[in-house]
Each structure stands twice: as C-alpha cells, then as structure tokens.
C-alpha cells in the first residue's frame, strides 16, 4: 500500500523570535517609561532654566533701580548745593546732606552689580573715579559758600556730571542689553523644550497605542486560548465519560461473565459431583448391607466413617453451590437470601450480627441485587477474616431513588489511605458500586471500626 503524502507543516518560529514576542510588551512598557523618565527630566531641567531666567532677569531691574537711585542721589545733591550756592540758605542743603551720606554705599553696591558682568570692569572704574570727583566739587563748592565766597561758575561740576551720566547711561544699555540675552536664551530654550515635549509626548502616545495594540492581541489570543481550552475540556471530559461508560459496561460484562461461569460451575457440580456423591453413598450402603462380615467391629467402622465422609462431601457441595449461585436469590430476593447470609454467618462463628433489612428491597433487579449480595458477603468475610469485631450491624434500605447499604462493624479498623490500595476485596466492592454510578465510602480508623456505605440508584 502506498504511503499517504503528508502536508509539509509550518516550521515553529525561531526561539529567538518567540522571546523576542513575549518580551515585546515589555520592551514597549520600558521605552514609554524611557520616555516618560525623559519628558519629566526635560520639563523639570527647562522649568529650573525658566526659574533661573526670571531670577536673572529681577536682578537685572534691581540693578537698574539701583542705578537710576545712584544717579537720583547725584541730581539731588548737585540741585541742593546748587540752590545753596544761590541763596546760602542752609535748608538747600539738606538734599545734599542726604544723598551725600548713601552715595559711597550705593557705589559700593553698584561696584558688586557690575563685578560679575565681562567687559565692564574698566567703565566701572571710570564711573566710580567721576563719582568721587563730583562728590569732592560739591563739596569744594559748598566749603567756599560757606566761608563767604561766590563761585563764578559750576562748569567743572557740570562737565563732570555730564561724563558721569554718559557713563550711566552706557552702563544702564550694558544691563538692558544683558536682559534681553537672558530674555533671547529663554525663549530659545523654551522653544527647544517645546519641540521636545511635542516629540516626547507624541513617541510616549505612540508607544501607549501600540501598547494598547498589543495588549489587546494578547486577550484576544488569551480569549482564543480559552475557548481551545474549553474546547479541548469538553472533548477531554467526552472522551472519559465515553471511556468511563465503556470500563463500566466492560466490568459489568465481566462480572456477569464472572457470575455465569460460577453459575455453570455450580451446575457442573450439581450435576455431575452431585451425582458422583449420591452414587457413591448409595454403593457405601449396599456393600454395607451386603458384606458378609458387616458385624465386625472394624469393619462397620470403616463403613459408618465412610458414610458420615460421603455425607459431609455432599453438604460441602452444596454450601459451595450456595456460594457460587445463591438460589434464595434467585428464587425469593435480595431481603431473604441476605437473611440466611446473615443466619449462616450468626451459627459460624463468633460475631453477632444484626440486621435492618427494609421492605421492598426483594424487588430489585437481578444484577443490583446480585451486586449488594456479593458486597455483603465479602464485607462479612473481610470482618471474619481481620476485624475482630464483635458485632457487626447490617442495613438495607431504599431512599430517594436509591438502594442503601451500610455496613458497621465494632472491630480493630484501619487507616483507608493505607490500606485500600492493598485490599481487593474494598477495590473489587467499589468497582461494583460504581458499575452503575453509584457511591461507595468507607470510613475507618484504627481501633475505631469501620463503616462501609454503599449507594445505588435504581435508574
């Protein structure tokens, strides 16, 4: 027979991708967090600039102020000297006398204003030179009106006044021009942080659409998984309960077979051993009567023993006929035939047992009540065999759609995880109680008893 072609199947990805598509949600998580670390750097490092601009810029109007003060204070002093000059009328010079006394200190502090500035140094020291030479004329000016003379002219003062205000003013263009470099670096930088949040907050939101993307593959495939697994389930839970009816219709196959071949072995001994039996006693008791030497001592001995062992081989045939077949199941029910069970187990030994059997349960149908039958005889022999109990109470009854047995013994006990696995006769007893769905627990301990529960349906 020629072989069947089969279809070339899809290679598996690579390992190398296959890690590469579980980690890909993570590589994107970590590029959005890259980004996101990266926007709130860029705004945090754009927001110090911002801070230290506006700084910049409120020292920059302080320095001005302090300039224009300066020279305020200057056109103060020279309007009051000025004025005393004319009339010598001491009240002129109070202006004079005020601002005289905070121009040193506004110099000073205009000398730490421009310290730091590049290129200012050599202005600055011209600035303070004008200013202590208009600070002496005024104050030549003053000394002479004081002792009674009358400058002609002020031209030297006025000259100086005039430098010392060009200088201001070139000093006041240097601050201004400083402003708006600060100001123009600002906006610069504003503008190239923009660009960046643009950048970042539109790689970080594509990063979060793919992201999204993903995930929403991922429970898709987790989706589809689900409904395979389900799937799967469902054709996994098919097939036991397909294999489950199978071993069950297997087993009780095999126990009716099991049943049938105890049957035939019971008629086989009915029939032919039986025969056999009865055959042999009736010719033990015709050479008993025809010997002619009957009345010896040994010799009717011999017979009589021969009697009495012919005897008890036919009742030993039929207590196993009994075991193999029951006929008061067969003949009468359940209820009678666990009746006599009970009444032979009472004479045999030891153990009392008592027994509830409901009425209605002879009503059951040939292989349940075979089943319950053949799990009291072997709960009965199992107790015998290794209870050492000394009663043991037997229960039938019917509830709720169901046969129910219940076995209770007084006897040593066991532990069921132990020991169940080691005992045929519980494997043999379950595996008839669930041949037809039924339920079987025993409950045990040891030196506590032991209960075995048995319950069939009747459907």
Known sequence: MADTPVPDLPAPPPRALRRLARAWPHVLLAVGC?????????????????LRALAQNRDQAARQERLMALQMMLVDAETGVRGYLLTAEPVYLEPYEQAITKIQSAKAQLQKDFA??????????????????????????????????????????????????????????????EGQGVI?????????????????????????????????????????ISRLLASENARLDEQVRARTAELNELARYLAEAREEEKAR??????????????????????????????????????????????????????????????????????????????DQFNEAGDVKVEAQLAAGAENLDRDRALALFRIVQEAL???????????VGLSLSLESGAVNLRIEDDGRGFDP???????????????????????????????KGTIL?????LA
């Open 34 to 50: 890259a980004l996101a670390l990266t926007l709130l750097v860029t705004s945090y490092y754009q927001s110090s600039l911002g």
């Open 116 to 177: 730091g500035l590049p290129g200012v140094a050599d202005e600055m020291a011209e600035v303070g030179r004008l200013i202590d030479s208009k600070v002496a004329v005024m104050a030549q000016a003053v000394a002479a009106r004081t002792l009674g003379d009358t400058p002609d002219n002020d031209w030297e003062g006025k000259l100086v006044m005039d430098e010392l205000r060009g200088r201001l003013g070139q000093l006041q263009g240097v601050l201004a021009q």
């Open 184 to 224: 123009g670096r600002s906006i610069e930088r504003f503008k190239l942080t923009q660009v960046a949040g643009v950048l970042l907050a539109g790689g970080s939101l594509t990063l979060l659409v793919l992201l999204f993307s993903v995930m929403q593959r991922k429970t898709e495939l987790r989706g589809e």
């Open 265 to 342: 072995i019971a008629r086989e001994l009915h029939d032919e051993l039986g025969a056999l039996l009865t055959a042999a006693k009736l010719d033990a008791g015709w050479l008993g009567r025809k010997l002619p030497n009957k009345d010896d001592p040994q010799v009717a001995e011999r017979l009589a023993r021969l009697q009495r062992t012919l005897g008890e081989g036919i009742s030993l045939k039929r207590r196993i006929i009994d075991d193999l077949q029951p006929p008061l199941l067969k003949d009468l029910g359940l209820v009678e035939a666990l009746g006599a069970l009970v």
């Open 381 to 391: 022999t199992n107790v015998r065999k290794y209870a050492a109990a000394k009663t």
């Open 417 to 447: 995880a132990q020991v169940a696995a080691d005992r045929h006769g519980l494997a043999g007893m379950k595996h008839r109680v669930q041949t037809y769905s039924g339920r079987f627990v025993v409950e045990s301990a040891p030196g």
């Open 453 to 457: 529960r048995v319950s069939i349906p």
